[in-house]
């Protein structure tokens, strides 16, 4: 290739850049801003900034109540599983109670059948008596 043609591109890459080069510059132009329009964006931003303010504070404000609703709600849930545990042994206790109650009623039927029978021997031998002293004082 002859020399100076070497860094040379072809007709179409050259027009290409040249669009390119020309978007670019538009581009750049789009962004720049007269001071007025600078000066309206801040007040607009400085009228909308209590907006602004006002909604950061709100999603902080809704975040925290939605953390202590969470604690809340684990705390209850924590402190109902403890209550259930505690219910639970109560229920355990009065049952082994109950248990104990009714052992001790067994014991107490069982004295007082032990009891009957004596009384009943008692009559029994009470009344033979009776008719022995009957039949000497008729003899």
């Known amino acids: 290739s002859p020399p100076g043609h070497a860094g040379r591109q ?3 890459e050259d027009r290409k850049d040249a669009a390119e080069i020309e978007s670019q510059e ?3 132009a789009y ?3 007269t001071p007025k329009e600078a000066a309206d964006v801040l007040r607009l931003m400085e009228e909308h900034e209590p ?3 006002n909604s950061v504070a709100f999603a902080e404000q809704l975040s925290n109540d939605l953390h202590v609703l969470d604690e809340a709600s684990l705390r209850a849930i924590i402190s109902s599983e403890k209550q259930v545990t505690e219910l639970m042994s109560f229920i355990d206790e009065a049952l082994a109670e109950v248990a ?3 052992e001790t009623l067994q014991v107490y039927d069982e004295l007082l059948g ?3 029978q004596q009384m009943d021997h008692i009559h029994q031998e ?3 008596l009776h ?3 009957s039949n000497k004082t008729r003899l």
């Open 100 to 102: 104990r109650v009714e």
């Open 131 to 133: 008719r022995i002293v």
């Open 126 to 128: 009470n009344s033979l």
């Open 26 to 28: 538009e581009f750049s």
């Open 51 to 53: 907006l602004m303010n």
């Open 114 to 116: 032990s009891v009957k």
């Open 31 to 33: 962004q720049e801003m």
């Open 10 to 12: 072809r007709p179409q």
